[in-house]
């Protein structure tokens, strides 16, 4: 079962430059998260999505946005990268927009130069 | 203050060790605490989950939380080379979406 397929695994990119962190799940889950996570911060949600069509805002959601079109695609788009978001970003599902238990992708490596 | 502390480590523990895990929060509001594991260069999975305060016990792995004092733990006990990661608590209250993190704990254990 895949579960949750983040891609790119990893990428470089260059500062003022755009870019799309893409998420797709295969387990007909209703909610979709993005976290980043940095050292020595945990993981802060950046957007959330209790259902397909709809979407919200995390602790940190500035510079980014996020659209949910169908269950199971949740893209993150930084439209003008700055190195402060230098980080590992997580996408995460759940069955229901509130749940104890989400369940991650492998995570996608950002750098910004 | 961060409204979930945790320390960050290392830890390093020879195996067979009983290993204790903990987390400590600021905001009265959370009502479910959770543990996550996450290998290194893998996306967090739960371990366990409990509700309000108590004990909850699963193989190897026991969770506390004491409310009053704000205050959780997770023991591992008799430690194996494969619980070697980082130790994840979140912690959050019915229908909010915001789950809250700590930093984590990174565990080592030696063979």
């Known amino acids: 079962t895949a579960g949750i397929t983040q891609a790119p695994t990893s990428q470089i990119l260059a500062a003022g430059r755009s870019m799309t962190l893409r998420c797709t799940q295969d387990?007909?889950?209703?909610?979709m998260y993005w976290y980043r996570q940095d050292l020595g911060l945990g993981l802060r949600l950046i957007h959330y999505?209790?259902?397909?069509?709809?979407?919200g805002k995390g602790e940190v959601p500035d510079g980014y946005s996020v659209s949910r079109a169908n269950t199971d695609d949740f893209p993150l788009t930084l439209a003008s990268a700055v190195p402060s978001q230098t980080s590992v970003y997580f996408c995460a599902s759940s069955e229901q927009g509130w749940n104890t238990e989400a369940f991650f992708g492998q995570g996608t490596r950002l750098t910004v130069v | 203050q961060k409204e979930v502390e945790q320390d960050p480590g290392p830890l390093s523990v020879p195996e067979g060790a009983i290993v204790s895990l903990n987390c400590t929060y600021s905001n009265s509001a959370f009502q479910y605490f959770m543990w996550y594991r996450q290998y290194s260069r893998k996306g967090p999975e739960l371990l366990m989950y409990?509700?309000?305060?108590g004990n909850k016990e699963d193989g190897r792995f026991t969770a506390q939380v004491d409310k009053s004092s704000k205050y959780i733990s997770l023991f591992i006990r008799d430690s194996q080379p494969s619980d070697s990661a980082t130790y994840l608590c979140a912690m959050t209250w019915y229908n909010n979406n915001d789950m809250r993190f700590g930093a984590g704990t990174r565990l080592t254990v030696k063979p």
């Open positions: 999505s209790n259902t397909a069509g709809t979407t």
């Open positions: 387990m007909r889950h209703n909610a």
């Open positions: 409990t509700y309000s305060s």
